[in-house]
């Protein structure tokens, strides 16, 4: 029997991706690569029709966001037909080899199924703090196990119902996140009260997920998450890589220092600039792949007003917006190093994705990165500026350093590997009884 696994598909929407949709997408290859089926549930808010072609077609259009009082009414039209009906029914999107997909891969790759139920992620917060209760979906091919990738108070009728908590940095740091706090704490409590099992990415938060909660121990599993890059980008010889750098963004490799991911409250971007800025790193510039994002206007104020300057020292920071996956691989690869001085994360995305790729890694020292990090990367308190400009002062200056980090990453990362996070999501699977 070949069994269905279906994720939500809250963050594969996004086409730029968050480290929430590289983990749904790691999930998807891995239950594919195992020989599963699979299928996602999206909430695209696109229109419908009976024709199905027509369906498919107006599913890969753009989103077009309700106007207000619009909305307003339908998620009240939805409230009293899921009083009335109990279950939503998502539709199925068929595909009927028409329409072009080749630049909409992150929407259906490694998907046998696809469903819909426009704004669905939304409106089952409105169900749940009007009701108190998760928004029950009946599927036509209903899967055996749904995985929830965020909190989402949603169930799938007939499935067993898996979902991952990925932190609790709502909680623990409540200041660097916009969170509904009171929601998203009922929402757990009833994952732990109702649903079948939680997943996490880390010891830590697992330990975080079993003191604050009370979730019994063997309620909670720590899989991590799979790190990985195609081969081809992997292993792109030195020379094409230093081409796209210097013709690209002209950066010369080996001789910059970055930062990628989101600038928010937990990136701890503004020391990590007062910490370049303090640092011995003569002609290294600094660069910061990154989009605008919220509630970090110090940060972003700082980045405006030093970047693209020459700065004392020889210094220079530079911004990049997010760019192409193949164009990331080569701009983490030439680095001197990768600088990730978070105050929080559930496992650290950008420091394995550096190991890996045989970047050297100064992080911080918060319990999920020590322990994605191990003994492979430069670990300092992240509130601690004077110690992370020595971190950056002693990767510009030590060679031999250098070369040891490159030598250790690799190895670290290993254990994050696509094949390891295959094995250990098999071995799950098989506890509940889905074996291929």
Same mark, same amino acid.
């Given at each position: 029997?070949?069994?269905?696994?279906?994720?939500?598909? $809250?963050?594969?929407?996004?086409?730029?991706?968050?480290?929430?949709?590289?983990?749904?997408?790691?999930?998807?290859? #891995?239950?594919?690569?195992?020989?599963?089926?699979?299928?996602?549930?999206?909430?695209?808010?696109?229109?419908?029709?009976?024709?199905?072609? $027509?369906?498919?077609?107006?599913?890969?259009?753009?989103?077009? /966001?309700?106007? &207000?009082?619009?909305?307003?009414?339908?998620?009240?039209?939805?409230?009293?037909?899921?009083?009335?009906?109990?279950?939503?029914?998502?539709? &199925?999107?068929?595909?009927?080899?028409?329409?072009?997909?080749?630049?909409?891969?992150?929407?259906?790759?490694?998907?046998?199924?696809?469903?819909?139920?426009?704004?669905?992620?939304?409106? *089952?917060?409105?169900?749940?703090?009007?009701?108190?209760?998760?928004?029950?979906?009946?599927?036509?091919?209903?899967?055996?196990?749904?995985?929830?990738?965020? $909190?989402?108070?949603?169930?799938?009728?007939?499935?067993?119902?898996?979902?991952?908590?990925?932190?609790?940095? /709502?909680?623990?740091? /409540?200041?660097?996140?916009?969170?509904?706090?009171?929601?998203?704490?009922?929402?757990?409590?009833?994952?732990?009260?109702?649903?079948?099992?939680?997943?996490?990415? *880390?010891? #830590?938060?697992?330990?975080?997920?079993?003191?604050?909660?009370? %979730?019994?121990?063997? +309620?909670?599993?720590?899989?991590? +998450?799979?790190?990985?890059?195609?081969? !081809?980008?992997?292993?792109?010889?030195?020379?094409?890589?230093?081409?796209?750098?210097?013709?690209?963004?002209?950066?010369?490799?080996?001789?910059?220092?970055?930062?990628?991911?989101?600038?928010?409250? &937990?990136?701890?971007?503004?020391?990590?600039?007062?910490?370049?800025? !303090? %640092?011995?790193?003569?002609?290294?510039?600094?660069?910061?792949?990154?989009?605008?994002?919220?509630?970090?206007?110090?940060?972003?104020?700082?980045?405006?007003?030093?970047?693209?300057?020459?700065?004392?020292?020889?210094?220079?920071?530079?911004?990049?917006?997010?760019? *192409?996956?193949?164009?990331?691989?080569?701009?983490?690869?030439?680095?001197?190093?990768? =600088?990730?001085?978070?105050?929080?994360?559930?496992?650290?995305?950008?420091? #394995?994705?550096?190991?890996?790729?045989?970047? /050297?890694?100064?992080?911080?020292?918060?319990?999920?990165?020590?322990?994605? %990090?191990?003994?492979?990367?430069?670990?300092?308190?992240?509130?601690?500026?004077?110690?992370?400009?020595?971190?950056?002062? %002693?990767? !510009?200056?030590? !060679?031999?350093? =250098?070369?040891?980090?490159?030598?250790?990453?690799?190895?670290?990362?290993?254990?994050?590997?696509?094949?390891?996070?295959?094995?250990?999501?098999?071995?799950?699977?098989?506890?509940?009884?889905? *074996?291929?």
């Amino acid at each position: 029997m070949t069994y269905k696994i279906f994720v939500d598909g $809250l963050n594969l929407a996004i086409k730029h991706g968050t480290g929430i949709a590289s983990y749904t997408r790691s999930l998807l290859e #891995a239950a594919k690569n195992l020989g599963y089926q699979t299928g996602a549930v999206y909430g695209r808010n696109v229109d419908n029709s009976d024709n199905k072609i $027509l369906q498919e077609i107006l599913f890969y259009c753009e989103e077009t /966001p309700n106007k &207000k009082i619009k909305k307003i009414f339908s998620t009240i039209n939805r409230l009293l037909n899921q009083y009335k009906n109990n279950n939503a029914v998502p539709y &199925k999107i068929t595909d009927n080899d028409f329409v072009d997909k080749r630049n909409l891969s992150y929407l259906n790759n490694n998907l046998n199924y696809i469903y819909n139920y426009p704004n669905i992620f939304n409106f *089952s917060k409105t169900y749940f703090k009007s009701s108190h209760k998760f928004l029950s979906i009946d599927l036509e091919d209903k899967p055996e196990i749904m995985h929830w990738t965020h $909190l989402i108070p949603i169930r799938s009728v007939g499935s067993i119902n898996f979902y991952t908590i990925h932190d609790l940095v /709502p909680f623990t740091h /409540p200041y660097a996140d916009r969170s509904d706090k009171v929601m998203n704490w009922q929402i757990i409590r009833q994952i732990i009260e109702n649903g079948d099992h939680i997943l996490t990415v *880390s010891e #830590a938060s697992r330990q975080d997920i079993l003191r604050l909660f009370k %979730a019994p121990e063997n +309620q909670v599993t720590n899989l991590y +998450q799979a790190v990985g890059f195609e081969d !081809a980008l992997k292993n792109r010889p030195e020379h094409l890589v230093e081409r796209d750098l210097n013709g690209l963004f002209g950066l010369e490799y080996g001789h910059y220092f970055l930062f990628y991911g989101a600038i928010e409250p &937990k990136k701890n971007v503004k020391r990590l600039i007062e910490a370049y800025m !303090a %640092a011995d790193c003569p002609g290294y510039p600094l660069v910061i792949v990154s989009g605008r994002s919220w509630s970090a206007e110090q940060d972003h104020a700082l980045i405006e007003q030093l970047k693209d300057r020459d700065l004392p020292g020889k210094k220079k920071i530079i911004q990049l917006d997010y760019m *192409s996956r193949s164009q990331l691989v080569s701009v983490v690869k030439g680095a001197r190093a990768l =600088v990730f001085p978070s105050i929080a994360e559930g496992f650290g995305l950008p420091v #394995a994705e550096a190991m890996s790729l045989g970047t /050297p890694v100064i992080s911080s020292t918060h319990p999920a990165i020590q322990e994605i %990090a191990g003994e492979a990367a430069l670990l300092v308190d992240p509130y601690d500026v004077d110690a992370l400009a020595e971190a950056i002062s %002693a990767i !510009a200056e030590d !060679a031999n350093l =250098v070369k040891t980090l490159r030598q250790r990453g690799p190895l670290q990362a290993e254990q994050f590997s696509m094949e390891n996070y295959k094995n250990r999501l098999k071995d799950f699977y098989q506890e509940f009884g889905f *074996s291929i």
